[in-house]
Structure formats: C-alpha cells, structure tokens
C-alpha cells in the first residue's frame, strides 16, 4: 500500500518535473530544464529558506506549547477526563483548515477583536496580520491539537514506576520532569515535533 499510494506517486510527480510542454502539451522527455531553471533562481533558495527557518521555530514552539497540556491529561486527569480531552483535541479536524484560519483575521485585523481590546486601555492598534505571527498562530492551528495527542500518546506509556523512584530518591518535580518523563518519552516526542515541521513546512495556507 505505501509503494502504491505514496512512493509510486512520488516517483511519477519527480519524472513529471523533467517532461517539456511543447504545443501546451505536456510530452514525455528527460530535460533537466524546470530544475535548472527552479533552481538557478535566488527567490526560489529565499523562499525556501524562509520557509524552513519558519516550520523549524513552528515545530519547537508547538511542542514547547504542547508538553504542559499532553503532560497535564496524561498525569493529572482521570481516566473519563482524558478521553474527554483526547476527544476535544479531535474534534478541531473535523473543520476546514482553510476556515479555522482565516477566521484569525477577525482576530488579528487592524480592527480586529484583539485591537479593539487594546483601544479599550488606549494602545494600539497593532498590525498583525501578515507577520511571522500570525503566520506562527496559524501553524499552531494546524499542528497544535495533532502535537498534543502524539506526545500524549508517548507520555502514556512512561512506567510509572519510574517516577515514584524519582519522587523516593527525593527529585522534585520538575526535575523528574526533565530527567525521567522527558527522556522517556523523547522518541514520541521528536515524531510529534517532526510531524508538526512537515505538516508547516508544505502549509503554504498560513
């Protein structure tokens, strides 16, 4: 299924990009000319760049954001609390991206929600829009509930056994924090950060 759906996909996207339109039609050939051309300009390396630099701050910024809450219902809940909350966190796919996104703009427009809060205390208004961001708020949108379950996932299988060790060895909380859950979650941890750098990297949306 993977060869089929997804590199059979790939590979035939990356022979497309060398075929030439001759006539507006595209016709099978092997003509490096759409790399050399792609390549070869400096808006095309800014861009991506840019891009990179902005889903690499997105993935650790989620997952900085994330950690508190994935920790909080993975310890702190019962368990009808937590598949509450795991239900909660779902319940954000079942929307359009493209409509929870721009639904920001009420938000973060010169005289959007936010400014016209600020105008109440007499400071502002403040440009919003079109900033790193705003374009950070809306990779959170995408990424942040999809962060929270995948660490919650890694968290729930910490031994729990671990931690009271920690706790009668006298470590405090938030080093049993650092020292146990952290480490033994890392792997869980990493995926979700990397699932939240592919999905901003592509989101040309935010």
């Not at 671990?162 to 020292?179: D, K, P, Q, S, Y």
Request: with cysteine; glycine share 4%; aromatic share 18%.
């Amino acid at each position: 299924l993977q060869v089929v759906f997804f590199v059979f996909p790939l590979l035939f996207l990356v022979a497309l990009s060398f075929w030439t339109v001759k006539n507006f039609t595209m016709t099978p050939d092997f003509d490096p000319v759409n790399w050399t051309t792609m390549y070869g300009k400096a808006v095309f390396w800014q861009a991506y760049g840019t891009t990179f630099a902005l889903a690499a701050v997105a993935a650790v910024l989620t997952s900085i954001l994330a950690f508190p809450a994935s920790f909080a219902i993975a310890f702190k809940l019962s368990d009808a609390a937590r598949r509450w909350a795991v239900f909660l966190m779902v319940i954000p796919f079942f929307t359009s991206y493209l409509v929870r996104v721009y639904s920001w703009q009420i938000f973060l427009s010169d005289n959007g929600i936010i400014n016209e809060v600020f105008g109440l205390v007499g400071v502002g208004p403040f440009p919003m829009l079109n900033t790193v961001f705003a374009t950070m708020i809306g990779y959170l949108t995408l990424s942040f509930p999809l962060v929270v379950l995948l660490q919650l996932f890694s968290l729930a299988f910490i031994d729990r056994n671990l931690i009271e060790a920690a706790h009668n060895m006298r470590c405090g909380r938030l080093r049993t924090v650092f020292e146990v859950v952290i480490p033994s979650a890392r792997t869980g941890l990493v995926i979700a950060a990397l699932f939240c750098f592919i999905l901003s990297f592509g989101d040309f949306v935010s």
